[in-house]
């Protein structure tokens, strides 16, 4: 590595791939965290634990799936993503541990939380299905993912701004992957029509809930709809399937996931992602 500490590495002109091996304990070692002036820490820590979590969880979910892709270059780009997206997570974890002035580490946030402290949407939760399902859900979740951090590369703290534009170099590739997948399999045959065709019905119900503007956001939700659906819109027709019909699940007294109300998956998925942490909270490897 040509640079001296993680904040380099997500500034610099390289496509390396961050999550784990970088040799730092702490991600945002050596970087200047100081929340600057005129920038709200409690905002700019609530939306980074969003962003955090959304990478996270989906991240865990696409991790379940090596060993299990059609083909071996798949698993390696299905891992590649989840790799990514973990990447993401500690530092975004770690810059909102850093900016409410709590000092919590990118660990605690990950290991020692419980289910109503996170803030993920449900969308990202989604588990099981084909591989239909999984290139749906990667499709819907790095297009919305991208347009949100392309708008966050001009944020105002640029510790978010240089992890926004690491990942959208990361999360336009996820999405021009996820989308040749569903053109293959929309425009193949028969069966893999019908399978990729469900795997967009049994998603949709969760995908309004993306678009739900929250308090404490720093990019508004309900922009980027526009730009989401146009791109969706140009993956249905080139795999020759059809938009979903199908109604929106409503939250609980109108919550949802950035509330902390997720659904019945969350809680098995944090028991197996938490559990060797909390089992051994003092342990290192």
């Not at 809680?267 to 490897?285: C, F, K, M, N």
Request: hydrophobic share 45%; proline share 3%.
């Amino acid at each position: 590595m040509s640079f001296d500490n993680a904040y380099e590495a997500i500034t610099e002109e390289n496509d390396s791939r961050w999550a784990f091996g970088t040799g730092f304990d702490d991600p945002l070692s050596g970087v200047d965290t100081s929340v600057p002036s005129g920038v709200d820490g409690a905002r700019l820590a609530a939306y980074c634990l969003m962003l955090g979590d959304d990478a996270l969880v989906f991240s865990h979910r696409l991790q379940e799936w090596c060993t299990n892709a059609p083909e071996l270059e798949d698993e390696v780009a299905i891992a590649n993503i989840a790799l990514d997206l973990l990447g993401q997570a500690r530092l975004l974890l770690s810059r909102a541990g850093k900016a409410d002035g709590s000092g919590r580490g990118e660990d605690a946030l990950a290991y020692f939380r419980g289910e109503q402290e996170f803030r993920n949407v449900r969308f990202t939760e989604l588990d099981g299905g084909h591989f239909g399902h999984l290139i749906a859900r990667l499709v819907i979740f790095s297009a919305w993912r991208l347009a949100l951090l392309q708008r966050l590369v001009a944020s105002e703290d640029p510790v978010l701004a240089a992890i926004a534009d690491k990942g959208v170099k990361e999360v336009t590739y996820h999405r021009d992957y996820a989308a040749q997948w569903a053109v293959r399999l929309g425009d193949g045959t028969e069966l893999s029509h019908r399978r990729m065709q469900e795997g967009f019905d049994a998603a949709w119900p969760y995908v309004d809930e993306l678009f739900q503007p929250h308090p404490d956001e720093l990019v508004d939700a309900s922009s980027v709809r526009e730009e989401f659906d146009a791109v969706l819109d140009q993956v249905f027709a080139a795999a020759t399937l059809a938009r979903p019909e199908r109604a929106a699940y409503a939250g609980v007294s109108g919550h949802t996931g950035r509330d902390g109300v997720h659904t019945e998956a969350m809680g098995y998925l944090l028991a197996e992602l938490q559990s060797v942490a909390r089992a051994h909270p003092d342990a290192t490897w």
